[in-house]
Nanobody, 126 residues
Framework: QAQLVESGGGSVQAGGSLRVSCSLH????????MGWFRQAPGKEREGVAV???????SYADSVKGRFTVAQGNDKNTLYLQMNSLKPEDTAMYYC????????????????????WGQGTQVIVSS
């Protein structure tokens, strides 16, 4: 059964760092695009970062230069390294996996990914 499971969320002070992880089960060889999305209370879900199977990445302007998305060496784990965290980064973070051949230019703003994880909470205090 295909599954995505996020972990690594927590509470940190502004300016701190966190790395959230997404464990991919039976998806690495069939998924051409994976991404991280987040949703804060009272706000719509937004794309944070995506990575294609060839390593190509795209980031939301709000996190560019602070966040880095990467795959683990075994290609079965997706990471989001979050540095210089701000209170506005507080949200539930979700990973998603799509079956597209590669990430389209719209990957950060579309939500029809085939699989989603359950989410992991990130809280940044000032």
């Amino acid at each position: 059964q295909a599954q995505l499971v996020e972990s690594g969320g927590g509470s940190v002070q502004a300016g701190g760092s966190l790395r959230v992880s997404c464990s991919l089960h039976a998806l690495s060889y069939t998924t051409g695009c994976m991404g991280w999305f987040r949703q804060a209370p009272g706000k719509e879900r937004e794309g944070v970062a995506v990575i294609a199977s060839d390593g190509t990445t795209s980031y939301a302007d709000s996190v560019k230069g602070r966040f880095t998305v990467a795959q683990g060496n075994d290609k079965n784990t997706l990471y989001l390294q979050m540095n210089s965290l701000k209170p506005e980064d507080t949200a539930m973070y979700y990973c998603g996996a799509a079956s597209w051949y590669k990430c389209p230019v719209t990957a950060l703003v579309r939500y029809d990914y085939k699989y989603w994880g359950q989410g992991t909470q990130v809280i940044v205090s000032s």
